[in-house]
């Protein structure tokens, strides 16, 4: 079993900043892609940042230059840290992993973590 934790999120002024991080935990042998989504609503959800295990990274066009999404393997933990933020911003971000679970794994899961509001005011 696998489980994915987020915290950071909350309500903030915009041009403010919020660092979002999310943990993996329970029965893991590798952790491939992680990343960051975004739900606002009436909205469909959309990729924000995503980062290899190696560490290649790309970005939503509508948050380059503002988002840096960073991991540390050793932790199982992604984190988002988000910059000069914007009323558009406001939606539920939701980490996902692709996981293996074992050696003997012939493949890797997406998880999905519950998700956490952030709320950006004019």
């Known amino acids: 079993q696998v489980q994915l934790v987020e915290s950071g999120g909350g309500l903030v002024q915009a041009g403010g900043s919020l660092r979002l991080s999310c943990a993996a935990s329970?029965?893991?042998?590798?952790?491939?892609?992680m990343g960051w989504y975004r739900q606002a609503p009436g909205k469909q959800r959309e990729l924000v940042a995503a980062?290899?295990?190696?560490?290649?990274?790309n970005y939503a066009d509508s948050v380059k230059e503002r988002f840096t999404i960073s991991r540390d393997n050793a932790k199982n933990t992604v984190y988002l840290q988000m910059n000069s933020l914007k009323p558009e911003d406001t939606a539920v971000y939701y980490c996902?992993?692709?996981?293996?679970?074992?050696?003997?794994?012939?493949?890797?899961?997406?998880?999905w973590g519950q998700g956490t509001q952030v709320t950006v005011s004019s």
């Open positions: 996902n992993a692709e996981i293996r679970s074992s050696y003997y794994s012939n493949r890797d899961y997406d998880y």
């Open positions: 980062i290899t295990r190696g560490g290649s990274t």
């Open positions: 329970g029965i893991i042998f590798r952790i491939n892609t």
